[in-house]
């Protein structure tokens, strides 16, 4: 098992993951599946050249993660879509503090999800040597309450604070909640674990990050 920076070779087998991880059902609420949207091969070989994608590679690639940082955000559809969002808070701030994105979190069903703690961690510490203010991110709530990501961002600090409508060709209509997490959230859940099994997650974690980028 190894979890290290994507590679642009792994494109190809993160595709095919991302097909695997689609919700082929649409029963109101998953905590197993995932949308992925709007990603193709040009999609990822941009993500990843932002050195910001990790992968679990064990005989192939079974999972990934990946954050945008400011620069990429601000360049992004994501980005040009801001203003339909229906805040719950003054965004203004945001818009002038360095920014990240948590764009996608996908693993495989099977042993490799007991990594998925591990794997958040290092693409957020890997993310924090930017120096950002604020990481954002969006779960799907209609037609399906996607569930899967939602706890790791309750841990990091993230609190909801807005939604949007949004679109997929395959799906159709969607909403989406949108997340906030501050730099500040973030450094106490690394620094101040809650807990002895998390901070062994945050240790193994930053071994990682020195092993491949240090």
């Known amino acids: 098992m190894n979890i290290r920076p994507a590679t642009f070779s792994d494109i190809e087998e993160m595709l095919a993951l991302k097909s695997q991880l689609r919700f082929t059902e649409q029963d109101g609420t998953s905590t197993k599946g995932g949308f992925l949207l709007g990603t193709d091969a040009a999609g990822y070989r941009n993500r990843i050249a932002q050195q ?85 991110s969006s779960t799907v709530r209609k037609p399906v309450t996607n569930l899967a990501a939602v706890p790791y961002l309750k841990i990091l ?31 106490a859940f690394l620094y101040t674990n809650p807990s002895k099994k998390i901070a062994t997650f945050v240790d193994n974690a930053k071994n990682i990050l020195k092993k491949h980028k240090e």
């Open 157 to 187: 600090g993230g609190q909801q604070v807005g939604i949007i409508d949004e679109f997929d060709s395959s799906i159709g209509q969607l909403v989406s909640d949108i997340w906030l997490i501050s730099l500040k959230d973030m450094e």
């Open 52 to 136: 910001l994608t990790w992968v679990i590679d064990d005989n192939g690639i079974k999972g990934f993660s990946i954050v945008l940082p400011d620069q990429a955000l601000r360049a992004s559809e994501i980005w040009s879509r801001r203003h339909q969002i229906e805040w719950t808070i003054d965004p203004t701030h945001i818009e002038t503090s360095t920014l990240g994105y948590y764009d996608q979190l996908a693993v495989l069903p099977g042993p490799w999800r007991s990594f998925v703690p591990i794997l958040t961690i290092v693409n957020v510490l890997d993310f924090l040597k930017t120096k950002p203010n604020y990481l954002i």
